[in-house]
């Protein structure tokens, strides 16, 4: 019995057994009617139970009247709904070809203990191909504010963490022009690179650097020489020098330039784009006067010799180049990576035998009796001495005793002292030299050698003023231009070598009148060894050996393009117009439909923001992007969905970011979204002090205020409406599948051409049904022509063997009722709850023809709250289906909801009489949102609140919370959306031109316990302590919680008595010491709840009670 309608007759049997003792007396007075268990008493009480029986019958009238009412109406029981899902369906690893996956192929989720076997079924076809997703990018172009951005997002696809379209974390763009010559970069600091053929935009808009030998990155100054147009790249000294490196697999000494950044953070692209190199470009390097460089190695012999210097410059051992006793032919091979590579180069070897530091100071030139004495006052009386002290040290010794005059003064004469020393400007007049004190003769001859790849070979232009190595001077030559690296005693390097040719440095013994004399040897005895270069004579200017070019993550061969003589662009922005996004595939996307599903997470967007995306597909033949007609099932990438194409043809794989695949790509043509730090994905922003109500139209705002006190909220800031789409997961190969059955071709029975016939299909609920009736021979050939026409599909003819047409079966249409269909019309009534399927009378619809088993139906069963998994549930294939290995549905399932009863459609109906499927009043919306979504667990409708929260006439604001297990329902952002649209199109006119509806999520309030309980046993305490815990977050559960199961309502909080009776109430409590109740909002903010204010309490129309954490524990009554 329905509560809300009347009762005729509440009687029960007790009262119609006293009502026959009242009057007994008048009727029977011989039967006394007082003795129980006598006949006339049984007798009494059988009536009164029949008299009941009838009185239930009488009572149920009113319910039976208004079903029929409603029947009449055409009002029906709610059908269950199915829940629905996206399955991705994989290929076999072999499987060279594509595979069709029919509309109605069946998948299963194995049976559970929480639920039995379901069946799924696809309700699309796809085209399940064998490509994989191999690679995954953004790009956001901006080439005239030089803010290009190139994000990747495969990484953190391939581990199944979620990324931001259009957006990301590090930038991978990168416009970068490298040049090698590891021969000629090979240089230390102090030295100056020539480019040649450099337009002058590359020295203005470009920063130029260089890697050292730990891989850290040195920027050049730069110069340009408009004359000969060279660019001109200066390390200065005390700069590292430059190291090798590796790039694009191409190890070597690089220099790189980049367009320059501006404090903005805009880059100098724009200014450089149109550059072009239109020669090889040419490249020379100096070393500059201030660079000291010393040889990397030597070998005297196959002795290697220690080249360690001292503060000063000097060897800590003089160096023996031919050893102590030279022989013939003797070798001495130096070594210098950065020297000896600069093919074409002035080399200058400044060479300080070291004799030369044993000279008394007073053979320097220019020194002076008196600075010469000052010196050996100091203690310095060798030229190596005076070489060992800083310019500083000899000004402040050659100062006068006591003269006011500063040491700064000298320091420029002390500076000339110690050049002059340095380049053993010495007296060296008279006949006898110093060194060896007997008399000179002609110096032995040295041969000066190089590598050239195949053998040593004499330097032909070797210019020597030692002495043979005997004295300080310099040796320079022009490097070879077929100079090549080589292996000497196992170092590889750069090497020059100088063999002792003709002559000697001395001998044992000496024939002197035909008799041996003791002679002795005079061996070379190097202090020091300086090398010098340069590079700047145009006619040694050399090819560099790598030109490459960083665009787009794409590199390109800059000197194989130069060499053709085509003209170059080292930079090239982006060529997308529009943001876009962008996936590459290791096979090709061919024919289809092709299902490619975006896990978009779900984020508000404002009602007027309505991206626009474009597919696009690579034809690498024809070097262009081919627009797809696609279904976007993501409404623009702004929510979760399938993307359906079709793709002409195959095609090969084309080169972006430089990765070979086939790409497609998602142009945003209409639309901006702005990346902003706000957190896109979350449903609703929290901020200190601050709330934000969320919402699906208008603009997004923050709140301020007290979150229990409405009168105090004012709009404080708008909020981004437009964040970047967050992708949790693609997936190739999609489908949306439900959970339903097919049952095809059903024979429910047989017509018998009587009116309202009607059968009863063997499953229910019934979706998506078809009714066929067999009119052979009752229906012409041109109705059949005018049907077929019509309807396309809806006529099939059968032949027999011999092609006589046997079976003419025609699709009538459904109807949820036949009030409105005309005595000739092929309509059916479908009762989906029950699965009852009615024909007409000939009057309200054609009676159905009689014949033997002339119907039959096909439709899909199924539904319910039961179908609602978790992702991965559903893992395998019911249809077997080639090539396909495995399916998976990679989201949960969501939206099955139980079909409607007999007492909710007795509430429903008059409701739905009233409204008439509009909504006028607050309880209209509220009721009609309830009929619209069953799985809606509460629905609060607030009048006159707009978009900020704010009073406003002509607005509304609806709260809806879905039923869940979750302990705080939220309801997705798809849900709202269609809540909205709902509302648009059923509510006043005063709020949907224009919508002034909006859909929101509930504001959820934390109740937390804090209780001190006495157990009637101390042995109790843990269980009581467990069962109070659970009997608290069952309470506290806004849908499920509250004394009748039935949850809370919207602005409400829990009393203190409540909670005492509810504690008191669990199985082994004696009584609650203490409590303490704290109320904590979604900002984080904490009330305590007291008794006392309970009464006054201010609460929000929207609040809903929710559990917080709870502490309970149990202690002995006299704690």
Not at 871 to 881: D, H, L, Q
């Amino acid at each position: 019995m329905n509560a809300d309608l009347p009762l005729i007759d509440g009687r029960t049997a007790a009262d119609v057994v006293e009502k026959i003792r009242a009057t007994a007396p008048f009727y029977v007075p011989e039967w006394s009617g007082g003795v129980d268990g006598d006949a006339g008493s049984a007798l009494a009480g059988v009536f009164g139970d029949m008299v009941v029986e009838v009185l239930q019958r009488l009572n149920r009238v009113p319910e039976r009247h208004l079903a029929a009412f409603l029947e009449v109406l055409g009002l029906r029981l709610l059908p269950p709904r199915p829940a629905e899902t996206v399955v991705v369906f994989t290929l076999a690893k072999d499987a060279d070809r594509s595979a069709l996956v029919p509309s109605g192929t069946q998948v299963m989720a194995e049976k559970t203990a929480d639920h039995p076997e379901l069946l799924f079924e696809t309700d699309e076809n796809v085209l399940a191909v064998p490509s994989r997703i191999a690679a995954l990018y953004s790009v956001f172009p901006d080439a005239a504010g030089g803010r290009e951005k190139i994000f990747g997002h495969t990484d953190a696809w391939a581990v199944g963490g979620s990324f931001t379209l259009f957006h990301g974390i590090e930038n991978l763009q990168e416009h970068a022009l490298y040049v090698r010559q590891t021969g000629l970069f090979t240089v230390q600091s102090g030295v100056e690179i020539h480019l040649s053929g450099v337009p002058k935009a590359l020295a203005d808009h470009v920063a130029w650097s260089y890697f050292d030998a730990d891989g850290r990155e040195t920027m050049f100054g730069a110069g340009f020489d408009g004359s000969g147009g060279t660019l001109i790249l200066t390390t200065g000294a005390g700069r590292p020098e430059l190291g090798r490196s590796t790039v694009n697999g191409i190890d070597g000494v690089w220099i790189k330039g980049v367009p320059k950044v501006g404090a903005d953070g805009t880059t100098a692209l724009a200014r450089v784009k149109d550059a072009v190199l239109r020669t090889v470009v040419g490249v020379g390097t100096r070393s500059l006067p201030t660079a000291v460089i010393c040889p990397d190695l030597a070998f005297a012999g196959d002795v290697p010799q220690d080249l360690t210097v001292t503060a000063g410059g000097d060897f800590i051992r003089n160096l023996l180049p031919f050893g102590d006793k030279p022989m013939p032919l003797a070798a001495f091979h130096l070594a210098s990576r950065e020297v000896f590579s600069k093919r074409g180069a002035r080399i200058t070897l400044r060479i300080t035998c070291a004799t030369d530091l044993d000279v008394p100071i007073e053979r320097v030139q220019g020194i002076g009796a008196v600075f010469s004495a000052r010196l050996r006052g100091a203690g310095i009386a060798t030229a190596g001495e005076l070489l060992s002290r800083s310019d500083a040290q000899v000004a402040g010794i050659i100062r006068a005793p006591g003269s006011a005059r500063p040491a700064s003064s000298y320091l420029l004469r002390a500076r000339n002292i110690r050049e002059a020393t340095a380049k053993a400007y010495y007296d060296k007049t008279g006949a006898v030299s110093y060194r060896s004190g007997r008399a000179a003769a002609p110096g032995p001859g040295l041969s000066w050698e190089y590598w050239n790849g195949t053998g040593w070979c004499a330097i032909s232009d070797v210019a020597d003023s030692t002495g043979s190595l005997m004295a300080t001077g310099e040796v320079t030559f022009t490097c070879p231009a077929d100079m090549a690296e080589v292996e000497v005693s196992g170092q590889r390097n750069w090497w020059i070598r100088v063999r002792l040719s003709s002559g000697d440095y001395g001998r044992e013994f000496e024939i002197v009148n035909g008799q041996a004399v003791a002679a002795g040897f005079t061996p070379p005895r190097l202090g020091r060894i300086i090398l010098s270069w340069d590079g700047t004579d145009p006619s040694a200017m050399g090819e560099p050996d790598s030109i490459l070019t960083r665009n787009n993550l794409e590199w390109d061969d800059g000197l194989a393009v130069l060499r053709t003589g085509a003209v170059y662009r080292p930079f090239r922005p982006l060529a997308d117009l529009r943001p876009a996004f962008y996936a590459g595939f290791d096979r090709p996307l061919a024919k289809g439909p092709i299902g490619l599903y975006l896990d978009l997470a779900e984020i508000d967007y404002a009602r007027d923001f309505r991206p626009r995306v474009q597919w696009e597909v690579y034809d690498a033949g024809a070097c262009q992007w081919l627009r797809l007609d696609a279904e976007d099932g993501t409404a623009g990438l702004t929510r979760a969905g399938i993307v359906r194409i079709v793709v002409p043809g195959g095609g090969v794989p084309a080169p972006l970011f430089g990765t070979r695949l086939h790409w497609l790509r998602a142009v945003l043509v209409a639309g901006e979204y702005a990346p902003t730090a706000l957190g896109a994905g979350l449903p609703y922003r929290l901020r200190r002090g601050y709330l934000n109500i969320p919402r699906i139209i208008g603009r997004p705002a923050h709140l301020k205020g007290s979150i229990l006190n409405p009168a105090r909220w004012r709009s404080w800031r708008q909020l981004p409406s437009n964040s970047p789409p967050i992708a949790r997961g693609i997936y190739l190969n999609a489908a949306r599948a439900l959970q339903l059955t097919s049952v095809r071709n059903e024979r429910p029975g047989s017509g018998n051409g009587l009116p309202d016939q009607s059968f009863t299909l063997a499953r229910k609920p019934v979706f998506d049904d078809q009714v066929w009736v067999n009119e052979f021979g009752l229906i012409s050939a041109a109705e059949l022509d005018r049907l077929a026409a019509d309807a396309p599909g809806r006529v099939s003819r059968v032949t027999d063997r011999e092609g006589r047409l046997s079976e003419v079966w025609v699709r009538w249409e459904g109807r949820d009722d036949l009030l409105a269909s005309g005595p000739l019309d092929r309509h059916y009534g479908i009762d989906r709850s029950s699965g009852l399927v009615s024909f007409g009378n000939g009057k309200r619809g054609r009676v159905l023809p009689a014949g033997t088993n002339n119907v039959r139906v096909s439709y899909r069963t199924g539904g319910g709250v039961a179908g609602n998994l978790g992702g991965g549930e559903i893992a395998r294939m019911r249809t077997g289906i080639p090539l396909v290995d495995k399916v998976v549905n990679p989201g949960p399932c969501g939206g099955g909801v139980v079909g409607e009863d007999i007492s909710a459609l007795y509430r429903r109906g008059p409701q739905s009489l009233r409204r008439r499927d509009r909504a006028v009043t607050v309880e209209d919306y509220e009721g009609l949102i309830r009929e619209q979504f069953p799985g809606m667990a509460l629905v609060k409708c607030l009048p006159v609140c707009d978009d900020r929260g704010m009073t406003r006439t002509g607005w509304l604001s609806v709260i809806i919370v879905p039923r869940t297990a979750d302990d705080r329902p939220i309801p997705s952002a798809a849900l709202r959306r269609r809540v909205e649209e709902f509302v648009a199109g059923h509510g006043a006119n005063v709020v949907t031109v224009p919508c002034h509806a909006v859909v929101t999520r509930p504001s959820y309030v934390r109740v937390s316990v804090d209780a001190a309980l006495v157990p009637r046993s101390l042995d109790q305490a843990p269980a009581v302590e467990t069962a109070a815990l659970v009997a608290l977050r069952r309470f506290l559960h806004p849908l499920t919680g509250g004394w009748d199961g039935g949850g809370w309502p919207f602005g409400r909080l829990v009393c203190h008595s409540d909670l005492y009776r509810l504690l008191e109430e669990v199985e082994g409590v004696d009584r609650v010491a203490s409590m303490a109740v704290t109320a904590i909002d979604e900002m984080g903010r904490r009330m305590e709840l007291g008794e006392a204010d309970e009464p006054a309490r201010p609460v929000d129309p929207y609040l809903l009670v929710s559990s917080g954490d709870h502490r309970v524990a149990a202690r002995a009554g006299d704690a």
